[in-house]
């Protein structure tokens, strides 16, 4: 049973940091494709950052440059390292995966960008 486990989130000031973990269980992440994804109050769910297997990267112009998708394989986990944060940046992130049977979603993080 595949299951992905999001944390450190929580509330920063404009311009502050946060890093984001998705720690997985019943996969191995260094074989999957992994993304972020977020989801603000009112909007729909938006990609953020993509990681594939060979490591090649994506970002969403909006957080082009100042987010950083990165895997840590040994703790079988993939992190999201957010610099540079915006009130636009507010909304529940989630962590996604696929296999070949299934789509897996963590259960989300809060990310609060405010003064």
């Known amino acids: 049973q595949v299951q992905l486990v999001e944390s450190g989130g929580g509330w920063v000031q404009p311009g502050g940091s946060l890093r984001l973990s998705c720690e997985a269980s019943?996969?191995?992440?260094?074989?999957?494709?992994v993304a972020w994804y977020r989801q603000a109050p009112g909007k729909e769910r938006e990609m953020v950052a993509t990681?594939?297997?060979?490591?090649?990267?994506g970002y969403s112009d909006s957080v082009k440059g100042r987010f950083t998708i990165s895997r840590e394989d040994a703790k079988n986990t993939v992190a999201l390292e957010m610099n540079g944060l915006k009130p636009e940046d507010t909304a529940v992130y989630y962590c996604?995966?696929?296999?070949?049977?299934?789509?897996?979603w963590g259960q989300g993080t809060q990310v609060t960008v405010s003064s």
């Open positions: 019943g996969t191995t992440l260094s074989y999957r494709a």
């Open positions: 990681t594939d297997r060979s490591g090649s990267t």
């Open positions: 996604h995966t696929v296999t070949w049977t299934s789509i897996y």
